[in-house]
């Protein structure tokens, strides 16, 4: 994402650290495989109930703009989120570290919900995405519903992968680090 020349993320002390070269509008998108051939991907209507989670831990949130995880239908990588045509994202979105979810269905246009709950620099909060095998979206923040969510529902047929995504905001952060990912089918 933007002019990143860094290909990888390194490991830190707390665990995988998703800035790289510290330049704003740099990031990373990353993802378990890109097509319908991924072992992590679903497919709406006709798999069961799936999940994905993360731990993050960011040194200054106002930093990361965004740090989302989330499910995003099959395609090629894209540096812009809202080139996607259907996605479903939570994490911190804006400067202002408020914890946000995205949504886009059938390119129909991007709509951020604030939770009205915030990270804080320095320390760990979890964040989880499920989906019911009808395509029903429920969230997670420090594993509790957020305060407030939107309605989402993917479309039956759709086939979907997990997708993990930093950018560096203009005021760099050195650190937005994950110890903790799990994707797969809820129990």
Do not use: H, W
Request: with cysteine.
């Amino acid at each position: 994402i933007g002019t990143q020349t860094i290909l990888a993320p390194k490991l830190d002390t707390y665990g995988l650290n998703l800035v790289q070269d510290n330049t704003a509008g740099d990031g990373i998108e990353l993802c378990m495989g890109q097509t319908a051939l991924s072992p992590l991907a679903f497919t709406i209507g006709q798999d069961a109930a799936f999940f994905l989670q993360a731990v993050f831990q960011v040194q200054d949130v106002s930093g990361a703009n965004p740090l989302i995880i989330g499910f995003r239908k099959v395609a090629a990588f894209n540096a812009t989120l809202s080139s996607y045509t259907d996605f479903v994202a939570i994490g911190i979105v804006g400067t202002a570290a408020k914890i946000q979810t995205e949504t886009q269905l059938n390119t129909g246009g991007v709509v951020t919900t604030d939770s009205t709950q915030t990270a804080t620099d320095g320390t760990a909060f979890q964040v989880k995405i499920m989906v019911s095998s009808t395509g029903v979206v429920t969230y997670q923040y420090n594993y509790a519903t957020p305060t407030v969510v939107a309605a989402f529902t993917f479309d039956s047929g759709d086939v979907v992968i997990p997708f993990i995504r930093f950018t560096e905001a203009a005021d760099i952060t050195t650190q937005a680090a994950t110890n903790y990912v799990e994707c797969g089918f809820q129990s």
